[in-house]
C-alpha cells in the first residue's frame, strides 16, 4: 500500500500532529467534536520533507493527491474551483507539529482571477467585497509565493487612501479597489515579466510550494535554532474553504484566548462576574487585519453589542475547546454574514507569569493532575520570572539598533562603560545605573561585571565568559553582537545605522531576546509569587537530580538557596583573586623568580581564600560544597595595557622590561591547552597546598561555630590518573596536616573534574583515584568539537546558512558525541568505584534538554547559576515524569 501525503479534516485526529502538524491535528480534532470549521484537507510534513529530498519539487503521486483532495473537496462542499459561477476559494496555511505562531505564511482568497472576480461579485451581489479579496489574493500571492515586496503593494494601497482622502481601506468603494487592483497587477508584471497567474490549479501547487520553502525562511529557522525545533520535522500545508471577514458589517474576524496569555487570569465583562475571553476582532476584516495594525481592534467583549448569538457560541466553543485540550487555548475565528467559523485553535504561548498561573488553576480545577501540570510549563520560561524585564508598551515604541545572543535573561539599562576599572570608578562615584560593553570579556573583567547592571560583547557565545559569569551573577548579558564595532580605545561603539555611541551614552540591553536600544527604557521587577513555589514544590516531590549551584561568592550562594539549590557544585577559586585589593598578590606570586618568592605571596593570599570559603560554607549550613582548585592560565591575571604593565612594575618594584619579559614568557600559543587546571598544581605545588590549607582551615572554623561543612575538592584538567595522583597526593597531606593541627575532625572529599575526552576515555584509571566526577561540559564541548566557544558566533552563522548546524553545539550537551563521552565516563567510572557521586557543573546544568540527558544516564546532580536553579529543578522533574511514562 503506498504512503497517504494528503488527509481530509474528518480524516485526521489530535494524535496525528508529526504527520499533518499542530495546525492540521487541531482542524480535525475541532471537526471531530462538531464545531463549525470550514471544511478542507491537510498535506502532510512527510510531504515537506520529500519535497526537499527531491529538490524542491513536489513529486507526481502527490500532486495526484492534492488534485483527487481537491475534487472531494468541491464535491462536499458543492462549488468548484475556478468555476466564476459557483467559485470555491481557498486559504492555504503552514502548519508544523510545533507552534510557531508568524515564521511561516499563509495565502487567503486562493482561486481568484479576473473571471472568478466578477462572478463572486455577482453571486455575492457585493462588488466591494469581491475586489477586496482579490487585491489582498494578488498582494499575499506576489508576496509569499514570488516574493516581490509587500510594502510595493501597501504603499499602492496608501496611495489610493490618499487620493481619495480617506484613512482606512474599508472607505474605499468598489471602484478604488477596482483601480487598486489594476495596480497590483501591474506591479506584479514589472517584477515578473508576466502577467497575474489565471488558472487557479497553478496558483494552488504554487502556494504549496512557497510554504513549503517557508519551512526555511530566515525567520523560520531564526525561531527553530531558538526553540531547539529540528529542521527534518517539515511543515504540513492546509488548504481550506474560504469563509469571508470582509463582507460587510455582518462579517469580521478575530483571535481569542481562553485566558489572559499575560498574566494567566481569567477574564470577565467589566463590572460583572460574567465570563468571558481574551482577544481582540475588527468587523467587515479579513486575515491579518486584527494584528497588523491597520485598524485598532475592538476587545472581544464588545463583540456582544455586535453579534450576541456569535458571541455566545464563541464564548461556549472556547470552554468546550479548553476542557477537551485541558490547557489554555488560541483560536482564531471568523463570521461571515452573522455566522461563526472557527479557523484555528492551539495551546496558547503565554508569559512564564501566565505558565505557573494556569498549570496551579488547571489542578484547583481538576482539569488536570500535578503531573500533567508540571508538564505544561516551559521550564526555559522561569528565566523571565527571576530577572527584571522591560514595561512591555515601552518596549513596543522602539525599534531595536543591534542584536546579538541572548546569553542570560533579564532587562538592564545604563551608561555605558569599555573598560573594567572605568565601570567600577562610574559606581563608586554614584552612578547606579552601568553597563559594561567589550569585545569580549576575561576574569580579569570581573570587578567591571559585578558592579554593571548588564553587559554587551561584539564577540563570543552562549558559553563565553561574559555569558557563563553574567549567568552566574544573574546579571543581564548579550553577547557576539556583531551588528555593533566596539572601538575600546576610543571608548565607543557603532551600531548598525553608524551612529556612534560614547562612554557616559545611554543604551538599553535585553537579555532575553538579545536585542539591544537606544536610550533608557523604564524596567518592572519580577516578583515570586505562591503559585512559583507551589510548582517547585510539585517538581521537588518528583525530581531525582539534585540541583546544585555554580557560586564563588557567599551572596550567589543565598541567591542559590533562596531558588532552592542544594549545594554547590562548582566554586571557582580564580575569581576570589580579580578583585582590586587581592589581585596585587596574585600578580606578586605569578612574577615570582623562586619557590621562597612564591610562597610568600601564597602566605598573603591565604588568609583571603580562607575568608571567602567560611562565609560560602556558612551559606551553604551543611550542604556540600565542591572547590576547584585553581584552573585558568596565569597570564589571564596579568595586565595587558602598556599603563597598567608600567604601574604593575613600580608596585613590585621590578623593571619594565624584565615584566614584559616575564608576561612574554607566559604567552601560549592556545591557553586553552596549555599551562592551566592540574597542570598549574604539577608545576608549582604550593598553589594546591595554600588553597587545600584555606580550604581545610575555613572548614574547621565554621565546624566550631557549629555549623556543618562538607567540602569536595575537586582537581580540574586532568587528562592521566598519575596527574590526578600527584595532585592529589598534595591536596591530602596538606589536608590531614591542617586537620592534625586543628585537633578536628571533619570529612572531606577529593575528586575530579572530567572535561578532556582522554579523561572519560580513561575514567576506570581515574576512579581509582577520584571519589567524585563533575563533567565540565563546556570544556568538554569545546575539546570534544575542536571549537573555541569565544570564537564560535564567527563559524556558526556560516555554519547556519550552510546548513551544517542547525544551533550552537556549545549551548547544550551534544547527546550524540559529548554525551557519548560522558555516558563512557559514567559507565567505567561505576565500575572501578561503586557509588562514585556523579554530577555536572558546566552552565549546561540549567539547560532543559541537558538536564533530561543527565536524568537518563543516572547523574546525581546537575549545577548551574542560581537563577537557573528553578529551571533545572523543574526540568529534572519533567524528565522523571517522561522517563516514567
Known amino acids: ?142 508576496d509569499v509565493v514570488m516574493g516581490i515586496e509587500k510594502k510595493l503593494f501597501e504603499d499602492a494601497l496608501s496611495a489610493a487612501k490618499a487620493s481619495k482622502g480617506v484613512k482606512f481601506d474599508t472607505d474605499l468603494d468598489a471602484s478604488d479597489l477596482k483601480g487598486v487592483v489594476s495596480r497590483y497587477k501591474e506591479i506584479y508584471e514589472s517584477h515578473r515579466g508576466e502577467s497575474f497567474p489565471q ?126 485540550y485541558r490547557d489554555m487555548q488560541d483560536m482564531e475565528f471568523t463570521i461571515e454574514k452573522g455566522k461563526l467559523h472557527m479557523l484555528q485553535t492551539r495551546n496558547g504561548k503565554r508569559t512564564a507569569q501566565a505558565a505557573v498561573k494556569i498549570a496551579v488553576e488547571l489542578v484547583g480545577e481538576g482539569m488536570l493532575g500535578e503531573d500533567d501540570a508540571l508538564l505544561k510549563i516551559d521550564p526555559k520560561q522561569l528565566d523571565a520570572l527571576l530577572h527584571p524585564v522591560f514595561e512591555p508598551k515601552a518596549l513596543k515604541a522602539v525599534e531595536p539598533i543591534a542584536k546579538g545572543l541572548d546569553a542570560s535573561p533579564g532587562a538592564a539599562t ?63 548579558c548579550v553577547v557576539g553582537c556583531n551588528d555593533i564595532t566596539i572601538d575600546e580605545k576610543g571608548k565607543a561603539f557603532t551600531d548598525k545605522s553608524g551612529k556612534r555611541y560614547s562612554e557616559g551614552d545611554w543604551i538599553s540591553l535585553d537579555g532575553t531576546s538579545g536585542k539591544v536600544y537606544d536610550g533608557m527604557l523604564p524596567t518592572v521587577e519580577p516578583e515570586l509569587d505562591e503559585d512559583f513555589f507551589k510548582v517547585m514544590a510539585w517538581a521537588d516531590k518528583r525530581r531525582k537530580l539534585r540541583v546544585r549551584t555554580n557560586a564563588d561568592k557567599p551572596e550567589e550562594a543565598a541567591v542559590a538557596i533562596k531558588y532552592g539549590a542544594e549545594g554547590i557544585g562548582l566554586c571557582r577559586t580564580e575569581h576570589m583573586f580579580f578583585h582590586e585589593e587581592r589581585i596585587a598578590r596574585m600578580r606578586e606570586m605569578i612574577v615570582a623568580e623562586t619557590e621562597e618568592q612564591r610562597r610568600r605571596a601564597l602566605n598573603e593570599m591565604l588568609p583571603m581564600q580562607r575568608e571567602d570559603f567560611e562565609g560560602i560554607f556558612e551559606a551553604m549550613d551543611g550542604l556540600p560544597v565542591t572547590i576547584r582548585l585553581l584552573d585558568p592560565p596565569l597570564h589571564e591575571f596579568l595586565p595587558k595595557e602598556d599603563a597598567d604593565i608600567e ?60 555549623v556543618k561543612v562538607l567540602p569536595e575538592i575537586m582537581i580540574p584538567l586532568v587528562s592521566e590518573v598519575l596527574e590526578l595522583k600527584y595532585v592529589k597526593e598534595t591536596v591530602k597531606e596538606t589536608a590531614d596536616k591542617v586537620l592534625a593541627e586543628s585537633g578536628m575532625a571533619v570529612e572531606y572529599m577529593i575528586g575530579t573534574m572530567i572535561e578532556i575526552p582522554r ?127
Open 647 to 706: 604601574a604593575l612594575a613600580k608596585e613590585l618594584g621590578i623593571s619594565d622590561a624584565k615584566l614584559r619579559a616575564h608576561i612574554h614568557g607566559l604567552d601560549e600559543i592556545n591557553p586553552m591547552l596549555g599551562n592551566r587546571g592540574c597542570r598549574l598544581a604539577v608545576m608549582y605545588p604550593e598553589i594546591a597546598e595554600m588553597q587545600t590549607r584555606a580550604i581545610i582551615e575555613a572548614a574547621v572554623n565554621v565546624t566550631r561555630r557549629g
Open 199 to 324: 488558472d487557479p490549479q497553478m496558483q494552488l501547487i504554487e502556494s504549496v510550494k512557497a510554504v513549503f520553502r517557508s519551512w526555511n525562511n530566515e525567520r523560520a529557522v531564526s525561531y527553530r535554532r531558538l526553540n531547539d525545533i529540528p529542521s527534518d520535522w517539515g511543515t504540513a500545508v492546509n488548504v481550506q474553504e474560504m469563509v469571508y471577514g470582509n463582507m460587510g458589517e455582518d462579517s469580521g474576524t478575530g483571535v481569542a484566548f481562553t485566558r489572559d496569555p499575560g498574566t494567566g487570569d481569567k477574564v470577565y465583562e467589566p463590572g460583572t462576574d460574567n465570563k468571558t475571553i481574551y482577544g481582540e476582532f475588527l468587523m467587515n476584516a479579513q486575515g491579518e487585519d486584527v494584528v497588523a495594525g491597520i485598524r485598532t481592534p475592538m476587545p472581544l467583549v464588545r463583540l456582544k453589542e455586535k453579534n450576541e448569538a456569535a458571541y455566545s457560541q464563541l464564548l461556549g466553543y472556547a470552554d468546550t475547546l479548553e476542557k477537551h
Open 759 to 885: 579523561a572519560a576515555l580513561t575514567a576506570d584509571q581515574i576512579a581509582k583515584e577520584a571519589e567524585f566526577f563533575s563533567f565540565g561540559t563546556n570544556d568538554l564541548t569545546q575539546m570534544a568539537y575542536g571549537l573555541s566557544r569565544d570564537d564560535a558566533s564567527k563559524i556558526l552563522d556560516v555554519y547556519y546558512k550552510k546548513k551544517i548546524f542547525e544551533s550552537d553545539p556549545t549551548s547544550r550537551i551534544d547527546v550524540r558525541g559529548v554525551g557519548r563521552l560522558v555516558e563512557i565516563a559514567c559507565e567505567l567510572g561505576r565500575k572501578a568505584r561503586p557509588g562514585i557521586k556523579l554530577g555536572i557543573c558546566g552552565e549546561h546544568g540549567g539547560d532543559p534538554s541537558s538536564v533530561e540527558f543527565c536524568h537518563g544516564v543516572g547523574l546525581d546532580y546537575v549545577s548551574c547559576s542560581p537563577f537557573r536553579v528553578p529551571i533545572a529543578r523543574l526540568a529534572a522533574a519533567q524528565a522523571a515524569l517522561k522517563d516514567k511514562s
Open 414 to 476: 545604563g551608561k555605558v562603560y569599555f573598560d573594567a576599572k572605568d565601570a567600577v570608578n562610574a559606581h563608586e562615584a554614584g552612578e547606579k545605573h552601568v553597563l559594561l560593553v567589550r569585545a569580549e570579556t576575561s576574569p580579569e573583567d570581573i570587578d567591571g561585571m559585578n558592579v554593571a547592571s548588564g553587559i554587551l560583547t561584539s564577540r563570543g557565545g552562549k558559553t563565553s565568559h561574559a555569558a557563563v559569569v553574567g549567568r552566574q551573577m544573574g546579571k543581564c
Open 1 to 142: 500500500m503506498s504512503k497517504k501525503y494528503v488527509y481530509m479534516f474528518h480524516e485526521g485526529n489530535a494524535n496525528m500532529k508529526e504527520l499533518l502538524g499542530g495546525k492540521g491535528a487541531n482542524l480535525a480534532e475541532m471537526t471531530g467534536l462538531g464545531l463549525p470549521v470550514p471544511r478542507g484537507f491537510t498535506v502532510t510534513t512527510e510531504a515537506c520533507t520529500r519535497y526537499y529530498e527531491d529538490g524542491e519539487k513536489i513529486a507526481g503521486d502527490i500532486l495526484d493527491e492534492i488534485k483527487a483532495m481537491l475534487a472531494q473537496l468541491e464535491k462536499d462542499i458543492g462549488k468548484t474551483f475556478g468555476d466564476p459561477k459557483n467559485p470555491l476559494l481557498v486559504s492555504v496555511r503552514s502548519g508544523s507539529r510545533a507552534s510557531m505562531p508568524g515564521m511561516m505564511d499563509t495565502i487567503l482568497n486562493l482561486g481568484l482571477n479576473d473571471e472568478v472576480v466578477d462572478g463572486l461579485s455577482a453571486l455575492t451581489s457585493n462588488e466591494r467585497f469581491a475586489y477586496d479579496s482579490y487585491r489582498r489574493f494578488i498582494q499575499m500571492f506576489s
